[in-house]
């Protein structure tokens, strides 16, 4: 018999033994199953899994504290001690220096299930505890979570929920241009799981009634081959310089929607008089971008004028704000848009993230699937979530956010649980520094991942497959029972019972179980739900009958949405949640804080590392995007991921003219390397990327060398990623480019260790903590 479980890959089936899965496949439902759902049972019972409660030898002889972190074994310790440990730490800390100490944000993206959810899950417990130190924002899109509300009064997340979908994209688009492309790989992916992968299906309809794809990315491949795609490859982290002389063209050709703009936003004429170069003397014409972009004039004025002649959809993926400055491609989406008059009219107008993950252009629900309550958070100070490095090493400080200054807490517990701090953070030399400074660390883990090998104390945890949960991606209208399809490997506990014990321990009276099992938990959340749903009108089964279903729907009421319909329909009945109600071409909040790295309107800034720099100390652009072979670090031993490497390592992809240039050839062992850091790789030679630059994805387990941690013997581009904010408007990462060398590695491969457990000691004659 077959059995299913929701992933953030997809929904995996296979045939169950109890312990072993076989047979995995794609949903039967799914026209598109994508390979990344094969590492998931390849990696259950992979040496790499965390089998028993691990605690850093050092802490536990010496106490809390950070030497040794990283570098020392582990001693394998029963549940009943480790837990005894963790209260012991929590009383200790939240009883001296209460919740201020404890970082306990855990951002990371978990598995899919809304029950055992890991940062619902601990961020509740931590809340029964007086609350945690956050993180706001996040890697994905932290920089345009900043500046949209600003601008169209909506956080990336709303907009991508109203998104115009599909269906009317197939129906009214003409030319469909996206800047950092629209991608094949990360429609894989949806947050939470997506049951069916349609990208690829619409992609074809939209071609197929005549639609038209450009694609505007220095990586040819990562759009649909059934969009035949026509590609154009500018220099990394110039877009804005483009997009700022297609509002030229469009200017000075008259092709410019004046109503539009006169009706719908603000700030038009400053933002014009930039572009024409009243201030500074310099028109942003084509002439000008073609020096920044290395795009030619009449590529540029042509797009223009296509981009006006036709009903255009204007994407700009996630990726271009993972950089310096990347609030301005995302502004000036908007502003060109705003420009051709489309907003709001099928088929035209702007989004963020078609293809940065597959939810993207499916229609809004009714209702969020059911949720765990997190409770309330009594702490009040935070930090933009990539600033975790700087906090940690300059407690104390105060830093420019969003018009505001936040100051950075004194940190001595960090507890960490769904994600990999060591995969996603940059510059990862500087934030292993960093990791050293609190007394203990506390990471429940599926595997000895990098992070995991950075804590004090590793609590095994249950992969979602081990569990019984329930389940629907973010705007998926499917939501499936998921119950668990094995036991759970070794000794591994769910995070929820982890926690349950952990409040036995600490008398906290049920406040984080309400004395609930599992099954009763799912239960009552979809009960909730049920009568929610039901008092909207929307009647679904009960819970019995939903656990023994394949799936039920979430109404979708509007599958023909269109973005922004209403506000076009009238402007003052259902005006924009900005200060004026309307687009914000000038925004005069964002113009107050005074911040030269963020102006008041759309601008051109130099980033502080790309190719066009005239002192610049590196030849090469990397760019670090998401994996196509896994989801970020996740299951990096499964065989999708692991059959991607080269010589074992993670690959890294340039153009045929570069590597002539260093003599380098196809499969070759290469070092990559700046001033940062450097680390190992595998070269696959391909035409599809734009000369200077290559790329090497993100998630490779870091695997720093014993005597030097700024050498990954495997991989990981945040070794060479610089730790600065893009700007302090958002403080949001700039995880995405960095420049490099790239050479042919001379002499022995030295050997991964990461794939493989950290060393354990025995415990020999070890005293217990004194505290
Ligand atoms: N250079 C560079 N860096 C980047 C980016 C980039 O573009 N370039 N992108 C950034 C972006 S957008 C993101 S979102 C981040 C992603 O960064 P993360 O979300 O931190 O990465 P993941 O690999 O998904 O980490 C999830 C971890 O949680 C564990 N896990 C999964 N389920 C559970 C569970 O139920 N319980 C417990 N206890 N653990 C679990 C997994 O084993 C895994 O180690 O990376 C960022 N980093
Ligand atoms: N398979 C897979 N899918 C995923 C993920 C994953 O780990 N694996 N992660 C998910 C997550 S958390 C996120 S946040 C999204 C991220 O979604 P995105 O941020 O959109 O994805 P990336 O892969 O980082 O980058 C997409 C592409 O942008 C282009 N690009 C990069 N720099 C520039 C530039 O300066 N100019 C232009 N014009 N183009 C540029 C490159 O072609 C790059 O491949 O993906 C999601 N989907
Ligand atoms: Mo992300």
């Known amino acids: 018999m077959r059995s299913r479980h929701l992933t953030h890959f997809g929904l995996l089936e296979a045939e169950s033994d109890g312990t072993f899965l076989h047979a995995v496949t794609g949903w039967d439902g799914d026209p598109d199953p994508r390979r990344v759902i094969h590492n998931v049972a390849s990696s259950q019972h992979h040496p790499a899994r965390v089998r028993r409660p691990a605690v850093r030898q050092g802490w536990l002889e010496r106490g809390p504290g950070g030497t040794g972190r990283g570098d020392e074994p582990f001693i394998e310790v029963s549940w009943d001690e480790a837990l005894d440990l963790v209260s012991g730490e929590l009383q200790r800390v939240y009883g001296t220096h209460g919740s201020s100490a404890v970082y306990g944000d855990s951002y990371g993206w978990a598995s899919a299930g809304r029950f055992h959810h890991a940062q619902s899950q601990i961020h509740r417990f931590l ?146 008089a930039y572009v024409r170069g009243l201030g500074d003397g310099q028109p942003k014409s084509p002439e000008w971008a073609t020096r920044i972009t290395e795009i030619s004039s009449d590529t540029i004025a042509g797009l223009a004028r296509r981009m006006a002649r036709s009903r255009t959809m204007i994407n700009v993926s996630w990726s271009m704000q993972r950089q310096d400055h990347g609030e301005q491609p995302i502004w000036l989406g908007v502003t060109l848009a705003a420009m051709l008059g489309q907003i709001g009219l099928p088929g035209g107008g702007f989004q963020h993230g078609y293809g940065s993950s597959a939810d993207v252009g499916l229609a809004r629900r009714v209702l969020s699937p059911p949720a765990l309550p997190q409770g309330t958070n009594n702490e009040a100070s935070y930090i933009p979530v990539a600033r975790i490095a700087d906090m940690l090493l300059h407690p104390g400080t105060r830093v420019p956010y969003n018009g505001i200054e936040v100051s950075f807490p004194h940190i001595d517990l960090v507890y960490w649980i769904g994600g990999n701090p060591f995969h996603h953070h940059q510059d990862l030399t500087r934030f292993r520094r960093a990791f050293q400074r609190p007394s203990t660390v506390v990471v429940h883990e599926q595997f000895w991942t990098s992070t995991a090998r950075h804590a004090d104390i590793v609590l095994p945890a249950t992969m979602t497959i081990e569990r019984d949960d329930f389940g629907a991606g973010r705007n998926d209208p499917h939501f499936f029972p998921m119950p668990a399809l094995t036991r759970p490997v070794g000794e591994a506990r769910d995070d929820y019972a982890i926690f349950a014990a952990l409040e036995e321990r600490l008398g906290l009276n049920q406040a984080f179980t309400e004395g609930r099992t599992v099954q009763q938990w799912l239960e009552h959340l979809y009960s909730d739900w049920r009568d929610r749903l039901s008092r909207k009108g929307y009647p679904v089964p009960p819970f019995d009958e939903f656990w023994r279903s394949e799936y039920i729907e979430i109404p979708v009421p509007d599958p023909g949405q269109v973005l922004h319909a209403s506000f076009r329909t009238d402007p003052l009945a259902s005006p924009l949640a900005t200060p004026s109600g309307r687009i914000e071409i000038f925004s005069e909040t964002i113009d107050s804080f005074g911040y030269d790295d963020c102006p008041g309107h759309p601008v051109w800034l130099e980033p502080r590392e790309w190719l066009g720099q005239t002192n610049r100390r590196y030849p090469l652009h990397l760019i670090s995007n998401q994996p196509k072979t896994r989801l970020h670090s996740q299951l990096d031993v499964g065989t999708t991921s692991r059959e991607s490497k080269i010589q074992g390592r993670e690959p890294v992809r340039m153009n045929p003219s570069d590597a002539d240039a260093r003599g380098l050839r196809d499969g070759d062992a290469v070092l990559i390397r700046n001033d940062r850091g450097s680390c190992l790789a595998g070269l696959a030679v391909s035409d599809a990327l734009r000369p200077g630059v290559v790329q090497l994805s993100t998630g490779a387990w870091y695997d720093p060398d014993p005597s030097d941690p700024s050498f990954c013997r495997h991989g990981n581009p945040n070794v060479l990623t610089a730790d600065l904010p893009s700007s302090r408007l958002s403080q949001g990462t700039t995880a995405q480019h960095a420049l490099v060398e790239v050479e042919r590695w001379e002499g022995p491969l030295p050997p991964i260790t990461v794939d493989q457990p950290p060393a354990f000691v025995a415990r020999g004659d070890v005293e217990p903590p004194t505290r």
Not at 191 to 196: D, E, L, M, N, Q
Not at 225 to 242: F, M
Not at 254 to 269: K, Q, R
């Open 127 to 272: 809340n029964c505890l007086g609350g945690y130190v956050a993180g706001v924002g996040d890697y994905s899109y932290g920089t345009s979570g900043a500046l949209l509300p600003h601008v169209i009064g909506a956080s990336p997340a709303e907009v991508m929920a109203d998104a115009t979908t599909w269906d009317v994209i197939c129906e009214h688009t003409d030319l469909f241009i996206s800047f950092g492309g629209l991608s094949e790989k990360n429609s894989a992916i949806g947050p939470g799981g997506i049951a069916r992968h349609s990208t690829r299906a619409e992609v074809e309809r939209a071609r197929k009634a005549g639609c038209h794809f450009i694609d505007i990315t220095p990586i040819r491949d990562d759009g649909f081959a059934e969009a035949d795609t026509e590609w154009i490859a500018p220099r990394p982290g110039s877009d804005a310089a483009l997009m700022l002389a297609l509002a030229h063209t469009l200017d000075a050709e008259g092709l410019v929607d004046a109503e539009f703009l006169e009706n719908y936003t603000v700030g038009y004429d400053r933002f014009i």
